[in-house]
């Protein structure tokens, strides 16, 4: 059985450790620095932080079979989990205008893995695979900076961006229209790959359509598919 851990447990994170543990079956340890989040989700009280009924049901299921793990403090990965993926979640706020984006949180879940990480196994493949929505550019400086710190470590970084809508996130994340793996090797989209066909071709028997490409190329499908959307919605509210 894999084991997932599932960095930033917000609108999209909670439901994607929720869908990981409760419908596939994966191990997911569930880590969000908001302290009375873990808490209350703990002691069950999720109507505040989910409203999908299905959601809910699959919490409930995956917490009770301890599937699913929620902690607030990135020690517990330490030594304790062997980790096939670290999935980024947290939030990474863009300006009114959408040209600069605040990637505090961002760095912070990356340094905090890398410190429960520095130890001498120098052998063990860390996989971090980042979903939170990117300015253009950005994981090509993240690359760098990972690299950087962690010269001596075999790490595999990938950029797979969320198309769920705000709505349905659990369905979307059950049946997605698509799966775009941005990477700048070869083994890191291969590794990404299986994982997702794992999921969803061998686990849940479905076709799903997956495009590997570049860091930048899957940052401008996910922005432009944002920009799309909007500008649908603002022409849609102009005509009625």
């Known amino acids: 059985m894999r084991t997932i851990a599932v960095i930033g447990l917000g609108n999209i994170g909670l439901p994607n450790a929720v869908f990981l543990s409760g419908y596939v079956g994966y191990k997911v340890i569930g880590i969000d620095i908001d302290q009375e989040k873990i808490d209350r989700l703990k002691q069950g009280k999720v109507d505040d932080y989910i409203s999908n009924e299905d959601v809910k049901k699959y919490f409930y299921e995956a917490y009770k079979k301890n599937l699913l793990e929620l902690h607030s403090n990135y020690s517990v990965i330490n030594n304790n989990y062997d980790i096939d993926f670290y999935v980024i979640h947290v939030n990474a706020p863009f300006s009114p205008l959408g040209t600069q984006q605040d990637l505090a949180a961002l760095y912070s879940a990356l340094n905090s893995i890398i410190k429960n990480n ?86 849940l028997g479905q076709e799903i359509s997956i495009h590997e490409m570049s860091f930048t190329e899957a940052e401008l499908t996910k922005y432009l598919s944002n920009i799309f959307l909007a500008l649908k919605i603002s022409y849609a509210n102009m005509i009625a």
């Open 118 to 203: 520095s130890g001498d196994e120098s052998y063990k493949k860390m996989r971090i695979m980042i979903r939170t929505t990117l300015l253009p550019g950005t994981m090509n400086v993240i690359s760098r900076y990972i690299k950087k710190i962690m010269s001596h470590r075999n790490i595999s970084l990938t950029y797979v961006p969320e198309f769920a809508r705000e709505h349905s996130v659990f369905s979307d994340l059950i049946t997605p229209h698509r799966i775009v793996i941005g990477c700048e090797d070869e083994i890191s989209c291969s590794e990404s790959r299986e994982f997702f066909e794992e999921i969803y071709v061998k686990k």
